[in-house]
């Protein structure tokens, strides 16, 4: 378990579209604890691993209700409209507002490759939407529709 240094906009890696991961490895589990490791240490509720480097589909989040570790998540469900504010470790410093899906399922896989499938409103559906937005490379400045604090 490690800390890593977290990428800054307009770091090229940010805008990259990351790999699904084909199996789960040792590799796997120790990028999830790093996520982790500088997630909590940034301090953040979300991170994805482009945010450090690693063009991979995989997610940590946490919202302040426990720990989520998501491999190859995907939105497969959503409904509503939400607007709220939004900022990112990547983009330190602004702050905007962002609209969103207001409830959202998503599927992914757990470190041990077991099928997950979470229902999220409020807080946990925007960071699982934020998160997986870096997946394909977009930042929650390409979604602003009003701006916060200092404009990137």
Known sequence: MAIHQILIHPDPILREKSQ????ITPNI???????ADTMYDAPGVGLAAP?????????????????IELVNPEI???RGKDVGPEGCLSVPGAQGEVPRAAVVTVRGLDRHGREREIKAEGLLARALQHEIDHLDGVLFIDKVIRWLE???
Request: hydrophobic share 50%; no cysteine.
């Open 29 to 35: 589990w120790k990028l999830l604890d790093n996520l």
């Open 20 to 23: 699904p991961v084909k199996k």
């Open 76 to 78: 497969i469900a959503a």
């Open 150 to 152: 200092d404009k990137p």
């Open 51 to 67: 945010q450090i480097g690693v063009l991979k589909r995989v997610i940590v989040v946490d919202v302040g209700e426990g720990l």
